[in-house]
């Protein structure tokens, strides 16, 4: 079973920044997607931003140019570093690890962007 804990919400105001990390507690799978994924209140959960071992880093529109998805593969850690935050990205924010045929997910952390 992996476990994901995730750190790094909190509150900021709007042009802030903050970096979310996700330690996995293993990773034996050749290949995966990893990434972290946002729900805001009444509002579906959305894909934040991906990476796969066999292909680039995917950002959403709403994100690109202002977050950036990063791994310490040694040490298991995903980051997503956010800058010029809005309150639009209000949501508590979900890591995700899929190797083939099941997805894991952590428990969340509240990001909340206001002034």
């Known amino acids: 079973q992996v476990q994901l804990v995730e750190s790094g919400g909190g509150l900021v105001q709007p042009g802030g920044s903050l970096r979310l990390s996700c330690e996995h507690s293993e990773n034996n799978f050749r290949f995966y997607t990893m990434g972290w994924y946002r729900q805001a209140p009444g509002k579906e959960r959305e894909v934040v931003a991906t990476l796969d071992t066999r292909g680039p880093i995917y950002y959403a529109d709403s994100v690109k140019g202002r977050f950036t998805l990063s791994g310490e593969r040694g040490r298991r850690v995903l980051y997503l570093q956010m800058t010029d935050l809005k309150p639009e990205d209000t949501a508590i924010y979900y890591c995700?690890?899929?190797?083939?045929?099941?997805?894991?997910w952590g428990q969340g952390t509240q990001v909340t962007v206001s002034s």
């Open positions: 995700a690890f899929n190797p083939p045929g099941v997805v894991y």
